[in-house]
């Protein structure tokens, strides 16, 4: 790996000035200790900076002055010095009178190159470099400092070089890097005391401007044994090449800036919801997954658009970027493969589990992922809102799957009937009627259990309930008990037909949205009392309970049906699911 200022003086004659007595004590202790110093400076660099390029995820190789590859960790040896010595005497005109005098100029006894895949990144490695070493001269830049890395001169050849040969002037200025001479500083890891006041050349390049100076060294410079000589029509190529590799330079660059460019708008929101589906349907066709149908748009809790339910979710939680939703996609495809249900893989996310427990201070999700109680002792205000969060969920899926005999068959294929919880105990729990109202403590754990049972079992341990290949039926009602679970979770519920806002109206009051959103099947109620094979000719809704304060604790039942299905839904966030489940003396939402 040649310097390029030893390149620039080859033809000047290393006879002009004999070594001297300050270069023959220089090279006497450089050859018997100091060579060795430096070939350990050389290492040390190399393993710092590769440290700091693999930490920044920069694409390089490494290199140290005539190695093939980086591993071999050369400094410059005794005879090679000898050399630049001379030739740094000859363009000073004078001669060195004093070792220092040669330590002042020599800055490239040790040297490693770092060649970049990509020209850009050069902008980042003075930081790399600064985080461990010290400034000894100057960066220098090459061909000419007016250049700077990344400006090149007019191509009219007024500002090249002559050529070595012919002594013509190139049309392309040839080398083109920046140097670092530097120090490395003492609270680096690598450093050690042997390295004190030496001097390490680090020099920055394109890898197609290492692979053109490697052959221009060898053709030119040094010339390989064995080759033939170069001539004034070879040098005229080597020039030609060395503009083929400023074009490249330029074109890796725009590359590079177009894809941050890119990259940085991954992390930008969507503007528009048509946006977001544009990029969602891009993104599925590269991965083959494009649901649709009826099952995919949950028929048997009404007609809603589940993409467009997604895009509100992933807007709700700020994850509406390209970069999320690719993210969910993969998530999709490599974890869950459940037809490409994306609201699905994101309540079954880590992702959103921890944002979920975080929002709501939940006990987390146990190591084996089966329970939020499982691996730490709870109090009892702990386990009431958990059981609380847990039968608001189990609450409002049951709404969304809105099928008295799929329900049933989640709560008797997961969880022993002859175990179950009392109705009015699950009721109690969704709606304390009072303060005074309190659960025993083997109340609330067979509530705890009930609810972990049909709620753990199909957000984590989804493979029980897939075929051998990890698919689901879609007519399964499993599938859409998970849907439902995933729905509730998100925070989605559905608005009753009587009180979706038609244009020109405003709405229905706060207090009816609330008297509907706390509404629970009644034979969900009866399948825990025991009475789950009886149909009741009461409506399937609970309305809020009795309000009264005679301590009868009484339920009221609706006895009128929806006039027609809900087909609209909200999303309401975690703020307020957290102040339900708060309210642990309350009867409102």
């Known amino acids: 790996m040649a310097s390029h200022e030893e390149e620039a003086v080859e033809n000047i004659e290393l006879t002009d000035y004999s070594d001297g007595y300050a270069i023959a004590q220089f090279l006497d202790k450089y050859e018997k200790s100091e060579h060795l110093k430096f070939e350990k400076l050389t290492k040390a660099t190399k393993r710092v900076m590769e440290g700091e390029l693999k930490g920044e995820g920069i694409k390089y190789e490494l290199y140290d002055r005539g190695s093939g590859a980086w591993k071999r960790g050369k400094a410059k040896a005794p005879e090679s010095a000898r050399k630049s010595i001379i030739r740094r ?39 790399l470099i600064n985080k461990h070493f010290n400034e000894f001269k100057p960066p220098q830049d090459w061909p000419d400092p007016n250049f700077g890395p990344h400006r090149y001169p007019k191509l009219d050849g007024s500002d090249s070089m002559a050529t070595e040969i012919t002594g013509r002037k190139s049309r392309f200025p040839g080398y083109f890097a920046r140097h670092y001479r530097v120090q490395m500083r003492r609270d680096c890891n690598e450093y050690e005391a042997a390295m004190e006041g030496k001097v390490v050349e680090i020099q920055v ?15 030119i410079y040094k ?28 074109v890796l660059r725009h590359i590079q800036t177009s894809f941050d460019k890119r990259q940085a708008l991954g992390h930008l929101p969507f503007d528009s919801e048509q946006r977001f589906l544009m990029h969602l349907r ?39 970027t390209p970069e999320k939703v690719d993210w969910l996609v993969e998530e999709e495809k490599t974890k869950n493969r459940l037809g490409g249900h994306l609201l699905i893989a994101l309540a079954r996310s880590d992702y959103f589990s921890k944002l979920e427990t975080d929002a709501l201070k939940l006990p987390p999700v146990s190591d ?47 969880h022993d009937t002859s175990n179950y919880p009392s109705g ?65 979770r998100l925070t989605w519920y559905q608005v009753p037909g009587e009180l979706e806002i038609v244009k020109g109206q405003t709405g229905a009051a706060e207090d009816e949205y609330e008297r509907f959103f706390a509404a629970c099947p009644k034979y969900f109620i009866d399948e825990l009392n025991g009475d789950g094979d009886e149909e009741s000719n009461i409506a399937d809704v609970l309305m809020l309970p009795d309000k009264s304060t005679d301590g009868a604790g009484a339920f009221e039942w609706s006895t009128e049906k929806p006039s027609r299905a809900p087909e609209v839904a909200s999303i309401l966030g975690f703020e307020h699911v957290r102040s339900y489940i708060d309210r642990l003396d309350k009867m409102e939402y």
């Open 368 to 414: 084996d992922g089966q329970s939020r109680s499982g691996n730490r002792d709870l109090g009892r205000t702990e386990i009431i809102r958990l059981v609380r969060y847990y039968v608001w969920v189990i609450n409002n899926a049951v709404q969304w799957l809105n099928n008295r005999s799929w329900v049933l068959k989640q709560c008797r294929r997961y």
């Open 89 to 127: 005497q000859t363009m000073r005109k004078r001669q060195y009178e004093s070792v220092e005098q040669i330590e002042q100029d020599m800055h490239d006894l040790a040297g490693i190159r770092i060649a970049l895949y990509w020209p850009n990144d050069l902008l980042k490695i003075e930081k």
């Open 424 to 488: 009015k105990d699950f009721l109690h729990i969704r709606h304390p009627n009072r303060q005074k109202t309190i659960l025993e403590d083997r109340a609330l754990n067979k509530l705890r259990e009930f609810c972990e049972s049909i709620l753990i079992t199909v957000g984590r341990d989804w493979k029980s309930y897939s075929d051998e290949q990890g698919h689901f039926d879609g007519e399964d009602e499993r599938y859409h008990w998970m849907l439902s679970l995933s729905l509730a």
């Open 223 to 250: 010339p390989v044994e064995g080759l033939p000589l170069v001539d004034g029509d070879d040098e005229l190529l080597l020039d030609v090449s060395n503009g083929i590799i400023m074009a490249g330079e330029q």
């Open 282 to 320: 891009s993104k599925r066709s590269e991965n083959e997954t494009n649901p649709s149908g009826p099952d995919y748009n949950f028929k048997y809790g009404g007609h809603y658009k589940m993409d467009a339910m997604l895009y509100r979710t992933l807007r709700r939680y700020s994850l509406n």
């Open 205 to 219: 390049m394109s890898l197609l401007m290492h692979t053109w100076s490697n052959m221009h060294y060898e053709l």
